[in-house]
């Protein structure tokens, strides 16, 4: 609330009201908190992890375009330990693409590898266009929305 300067009269009827700023989305507040850092785009590595070899290879471009990267860590297919029982596999599958989903809020754009999209990658771009999220592609082709 704004008080009267002393030996003011009132506001008068022309006075307007200073506009109130509406409430940042978590969103705006994290652009604003990288753009405060002074953080480097960051770009989100999406595509089907029989293509971990071009992931690593579009990592060293990006990261030497001046990039900050994130990817996928966790290469299923290969056999591990970790995911050998149906049961404890099917339950990571499922916190890895919700991790996956964090890595896409997080980052400025996401960057397609491969010649081959499968659902996991279909939903992954879906939900990055959902996002406002700019999409390239090293194969522009199988851009599903092309």
Excluded: N
Excluded at 20 to 37: D, F, I, S
Excluded at 97 to 124: C, F, M, N, P, W
């Amino acid at each position: 609330m704004r008080c009267r300067a002393p030996g003011r009269a009132s506001w008068g009827a022309h006075h307007q009201e200073e506009p109130v700023p509406h409430p940042q989305t978590p969103e705006e507040t994290l652009v604003e908190a990288k753009k405060g850092l002074g953080l480097p785009r960051v770009v989100v590595i999406c595509g089907s992890t029989r293509f971990m070899a071009e992931m690593a290879e579009a990592d060293l471009r990006e990261t030497v375009a001046g990039r900050i990267v994130v990817k996928p860590g966790v290469d299923m297919k290969s056999p591990h330990a970790m995911w050998s029982d149906p049961a404890e596999a099917a339950a990571l599958k499922e916190r890895l693409d919700e991790l996956h989903q964090a890595k896409i809020r997080l980052a400025d754009e996401v960057l397609v590898v491969g010649d081959y999209i499968g659902d996991s990658t279909r939903a992954e771009i879906a939900y990055a266009r959902a996002l406002g999220k700019p999409v390239r592609f090293t194969h522009p082709e199988v851009d599903p929305d092309a």
